[in-house]
Each structure stands twice: as structure tokens, then as C-alpha cells.
Nanobody, 124 residues
Framework: QVLLAESGGGLVQPGDSLRLSCVVS????????LGWIRQAPGKEREFVAA????????FYGDPAKGRFTIARDAAKNTVYLQMNRLKPEDTAVYYC?????????????????WGQGTQVTVSS
């Protein structure tokens, strides 16, 4: 069983930064995709960012472009989401998720394995 454990959420002010971490217990395939998906209250889940494990190539959704950076540490089996210049509209539960592979990186339906989520609240 694949376990994904997120950490790093919290309450911050607009303009602040946070770094989320996701420890992956084991890879789901030879070249999995590890992603961050968020869900704000009353809204559907939204793709934020993802990274292909072997190529270390990132992909970003509209909420992340220019402000967030995804990275992975293969030695630690950990994926990070560095979030800068946070806005109140970034308030959501952020989930780490894994897909076996494929091209539909931004489609949240390809992600088979999910963590429990970590709350990020941006408020003054």
C-alpha cells in the first residue's frame, strides 16, 4: 500500500510563504507522477502542480504559475511545494497525490493515491 503523508500547512498572512512536504512510502510505478491538488471550501478539487519522478520535470496549474515551485528529493522520497506570495484565495486543503504515469498530468482523475491533506489558511 502506498502512503502519502503531507505536512507543512498552517495559518499565514497574505504575502507570506509556506513549504509543504509529502513523504511517499514507496513509488507506485517506475516513473510515477507526484502532484499537489487543493480543495477550497465549497469548491471542487483543483490541480496545483506535479512532477515526473525520473525526469524531475514540473508541471503547474494556473494557481501556481509564477508563485509556487514543486521539487522532489529522491533520496528522501519526498515532494515539496514551495508557495510564495500567498493570497487569501490560496486557502484550501492541499493534498499530495500519486499517479502511475501517463500524459494527463493535470487531470486529477489520474491520481490514484491520495494523502490525508494539510490545511493552508491565508488570512490577515
Amino acid at each position: 500500500q502506498v502512503l502519502l503523508a503531507e505536512s507543512g500547512g498552517g495559518l499565514v498572512q497574505p504575502g507570506d510563504s509556506l513549504r509543504l512536504s509529502c513523504v511517499v512510502s514507496r513509488r507506485t510505478s517506475a516513473n510515477p507522477i507526484l502532484g499537489w491538488i487543493r480543495q477550497a471550501p465549497g469548491k471542487e478539487r483543483e490541480f496545483v502542480a506535479a512532477i515526473r519522478w525520473l525526469e524531475n520535470s514540473p508541471f503547474y496549474g494556473d494557481p501556481a504559475k509564477g508563485r509556487f515551485t514543486i521539487a522532489r528529493d529522491a533520496a528522501k522520497n519526498t515532494v515539496y511545494l514551495q508557495m510564495n506570495r500567498l493570497k487569501p484565495e490560496d486557502t484550501a486543503v492541499y493534498y499530495c497525490a500519486a499517479a502511475d504515469g501517463g500524459d494527463l498530468v493535470t487531470d486529477i482523475n489520474v491520481y490514484k493515491y491520495w494523502g490525508q491533506g494539510t490545511q493552508v489558511t491565508v488570512s490577515s
